[in-house]
């Protein structure tokens, strides 16, 4: 299956591809074993995020756990970026689709930037097996990023995004990510 990304500058097919050299870094097929990833991500504990008002976190991976490891050095490899990744911190995150009727102003909102902790860039590995359509991320300027499983897209930590809708009821079937961010 051909994956496809529509927006502001054409619409592409998705294989490792790059946006606007340097900008929106997508990659369909990302981790060999996706399923093993998942199955991890949902042997975790979540707790709400910012009061559950942007979903649920788990804890911060670590270097010291062999399976979260192996997934920072997937995420975090610089050969992506062609320059060394200094720190990455990298989290299972849940957006179930109640997280949109916590807040009336949810789909405004939702709409941020990644600097606030100082990273450079930004992004999220899709895991969610069969994703309904228009569930993926919206950047300012460049169209949505349909959610596709195990698809890995990156873009600077500067860029306004946010997811475009939830869906599902429990971490079993909503909109699930390895949210990252990286620091050059």
Do not use: W
Not at 3 to 11: H, L, Y
Not at 19 to 44: E, H
Not at 46 to 64: A, I, K, L, Q, V
Not at 90 to 113: A, G, N
């Amino acid at each position: 299956m051909k994956s496809t990304v529509n927006g502001r500058i054409g619409t592409f097919i998705i294989g490792k591809m790059v946006l606007n050299k340097n900008q929106i870094t997508i990659i369909d097929n990302f981790f060999d074993d996706v399923s093993a990833v998942r199955d991890y991500a949902l042997s975790l504990d979540y707790t709400p995020f910012r009061e559950g008002t942007c979903g649920y976190r788990s804890h911060r991976y670590s270097m010291d756990n062999d399976i979260e490891r192996t997934i920072i050095e997937k995420v975090c490899d610089g050969k992506i970026y062609d320059r060394q990744v200094k720190e990455c911190k990298l989290y299972s995150h849940i957006s179930p689709e109640h997280v949109m009727s916590i807040r009336e102003d949810f789909h405004t909102f939702k709409m941020h930037t990644d600097t606030r902790n100082e990273s450079q860039r930004a992004g999220v590995v899709y895991i969610t097996p069969e994703p309904p359509p228009n569930s993926g991320t919206c950047i300012n300027g460049h169209g949505c990023i349909e959610n596709n499983f195990n698809r890995y897209i990156s873009y600077p930590a500067s860029f306004v995004h946010g997811p475009n809708t939830l869906f599902g009821q429990s971490k079993e079937d909503c909109r699930m990510t390895i949210t990252f961010f990286l620091y050059f």
